[in-house]
């Protein structure tokens, strides 16, 4: 049951940090198709406004080490959690939950099909929008990264904390 509460707490929290994100679409462009992207960073209208790709990585990698840390805490002092194969196994089940629920929720039925997302002058794009193999394809690459992720957790709950 507790797997219940806190995969519907983390999917409703992550659907807060993406609709907030949203707000500024520009900033998420590198979550788009790559043909998208191409066109939106040929747009004078967002020449200035699109963030570099070494920003992204910085925000990326600073946004993965405080997960890192968020995550052990949560899996060691509020689940419980004190051994490596505790900690992985139940990370990685509650990030697969929210990962496909991303996957399928946010980005096919949500992202590929409101026109809010869509960037001026990218309209004719409407292939590229329902690309639903970027998506399913961002889930696979999501799940290979959580296994590095709940890996490094789970030393760390088993040897550190």
Same mark, same amino acid.
């Given at each position: 049951m507790i797997i219940l509460i806190e995969s519907i707490v983390l999917c409703a929290l992550f659907t807060l940090m993406v609709y907030i994100? !949203?707000?500024? &679409?520009?900033?998420?462009?590198?979550?788009?198709? &790559?043909?998208i992207q191409e066109r939106v960073k040929t747009l004078d209208e967002y020449k200035d406004k699109i963030p570099t790709q070494k920003n992204k990585l910085a925000a990326k990698l600073g946004a993965s080490v405080i997960f890192l840390a968020i995550i052990c805490v949560i899996l060691r002092y509020i689940n419980g959690y004190t051994t490596f194969i505790? !900690?992985?196994?139940?990370?990685?089940?509650?990030?697969?939950?929210?990962?496909l629920y991303d996957a399928i929720v946010l980005d096919i039925i949500w992202?590929?099909?409101?026109?809010?997302?869509v960037f001026k002058g990218t309209e004719d794009m409407t292939d590229e929008y329902h690309n639903y193999w970027f998506h399913i394809k961002g889930f696979f690459i999501g799940e290979g990264l959580a296994l590095i992720i709940f890996a490094l957790a789970g030393i760390i709950i088993h040897f550190i904390i």
């Open positions: 994100m !949203s707000r500024e &679409p520009i900033k998420t462009l590198y979550n788009y198709p &790559p043909k505790e !900690s992985f196994g139940y990370g990685f089940l509650l990030w697969t939950i929210v990962n992202f590929c099909h409101d026109k809010y997302f």
